[in-house]
């Protein structure tokens, strides 16, 4: 498991950064909004005196003080910020591979297991018609509850899709799944791939 890394050159370029800033900026925050999902961003602040960071880590390895959330901490595994100068002033980057998809690990909760199949095992086959599901919640420990969208909402083979694939995929996957339920709204049909 490797940690986010900040490259030497990104770290020289945000300390000049943070050097020209305000008093009140103490660092840099780091986070993912949407983490886990196909709409993951990740994002990277100015942390100020008085931004709230009860749901921050502080992060001691680098020359400046580094915040990062502690919910997006698993998809900022083998993260890299990176610099590279060039005759317009240079590209700060961040690449974190896992940000949409987490490499999940043997204490991962029900529900990042079941993203994690989602995201990795049935979107995949389902963007092969504009189609995508998302987990809502997991009722009583057994039964996911899911919204499908794209071309998957109003489709007339949702119910083939959502119990021969989606169904079957997951409670093979994750044992403690015995059964899904559809909380979308089909009678919408405008983007449907099978109408």
Request: glycine letters at 8%; one cysteine or more.
């Amino acid at each position: 498991m490797s940690e986010l890394n900040i490259t030497s050159s990104a770290e020289k370029y945000l300390n000049e950064l943070l050097e020209n800033q305000d008093e009140d900026t103490i660092g840099i925050k780091i986070f993912i909004t949407e983490p886990g999902t196909p709409r993951a961003e990740t994002c990277l602040a100015y942390c100020k005196e008085e931004d709230e960071l009860d749901d921050f880590k502080l992060k001691e390895n680098f020359s400046f003080k580094v915040f990062i959330e502690e919910k997006s901490e698993i998809f900022l595994e083998d993260a890299i910020v990176d610099y590279s100068p060039d005759k317009f002033g240079g590209t700060l980057t961040i690449k974190a591979p896992n940000s949409k998809v987490p490499a999940i690990g043997e204490d991962a909760s029900l529900e990042e297991r079941i993203n994690f199949i989602l995201y990795s095992e049935i979107n995949p086959g389902l963007a092969a018609h504009g189609g995508e599901v998302s987990l809502v919640e997991v009722l009583d420990g057994e039964q996911a509850v899911l919204q499908f969208g794209g071309g998957c909402q109003g489709c007339g083979m949702i119910d083939l899709t959502l119990k021969d694939g989606v169904e079957k995929t997951l409670v093979e996957m994750v044992p403690e799944i015995t059964s899904v339920m559809d909380a979308t709204d089909h009678s919408y049909r405008e983007n449907a791939y099978y109408k």
